[in-house]
């Protein structure tokens, strides 16, 4: 397997392996877990793909070069422009932003109120752009109470709606990218650092629990700053 197949393949088969003998060894009386004893192969780490600025621009931008459909509701492209604008003012998580209710965005304290991984909440910032956004989709929308996105049947939008909602998107641009909203959380995130946010806080800003899940962002920043360096330097 090592010959042929990815490491996180190798490691997710192999978990669901051990759950297996651990469950015959519970309940089933084998003596010993074979595969204890295995050797799996160390995750790769790979540096996350992201928007540059102008990508994100360019990205935010095709909802209102897209021809609308009849059967579509006037309101629904301001709809899309407030959720990419949220995603990238605030680097939420997919399921972050679909839980969203109207009470949790607070526009004179320009923040929202998220509940996070493990039920932790936290409050992130929103920039002046995504809060206009919001409210231009509320005031067509109509939507006063209740879940802040919601789909033309007037229903929470699901997590799956907001991913096909950027590949329509994406396909309206250049952007040589396979989008997704994680891909928004990772732009927002290289672009604070890239701008000179300390990592703590963008560790905050995430949710995240461990400083070591955010730290992977400052290699793709040094990334693009050696790239920078040698493209510019006259003795790189």
């Known amino acids: 397997m090592k010959e042929g197949r990815a490491r996180t393949y190798i490691r ?3 978990s669901a392996l051990r759950a297996f003998y651990r469950f015959l060894v519970e309940r089933h009386g084998l003596k010993v877990n074979p595969l204890l004893a295995v050797q799996l ?29 009849k059967q579509a509701p006037a309101w629904i492209a301001a709809r899309d422009v407030a959720i990419m604008e949220l995603f990238y003012s605030s680097g939420l998580r997919l399921q972050e932003l679909v839980n969203l209710d109207v009470p949790d965005l607070d526009p004179y304290s320009e923040s929202v109120r998220v509940l996070g991984k493990g039920r ?27 879940p802040l996105f919601v789909s033309k049947l007037r229903r ?9 909602l950027l590949k329509k998107y994406l396909r309206e641009t250049n952007i ?11 732009s927002f995130a290289t672009h604070l650092l890239d701008n000179g946010a300390d990592l703590r ?11 070591s899940t955010t730290q992977i962002y400052t290699h793709v920043t040094t990334e693009r700053l050696k790239k920078a360096y040698n493209e510019a330097h006259p003795r790189a």
């Open 41 to 69: 192969p160390k995750t790769e780490k790979k540096l996350p793909l992201l928007l540059t600025v102008k990508q994100v621009e360019e990205l935010l931008s095709a909802p209102g070069r897209m021809k609308r459909s």
């Open 120 to 146: 932790k909440e936290r409050v992130c910032p929103v920039g002046a752009p995504a809060l206009e956004a919001i409210q231009i989709y509320r005031h067509q929308a109509g939507v006063s109470s209740g």
């Open 12 to 14: 997710l088969l192999f």
């Open 176 to 186: 040589p990218i396979a989008l997704s909203p994680h891909k928004l959380r990772h």
């Open 201 to 211: 806080s963008v560790q905050s800003l995430l949710g995240h629990a461990s400083l």
């Open 156 to 164: 929470r939008l699901s997590p799956r709606s907001v991913w096909l």
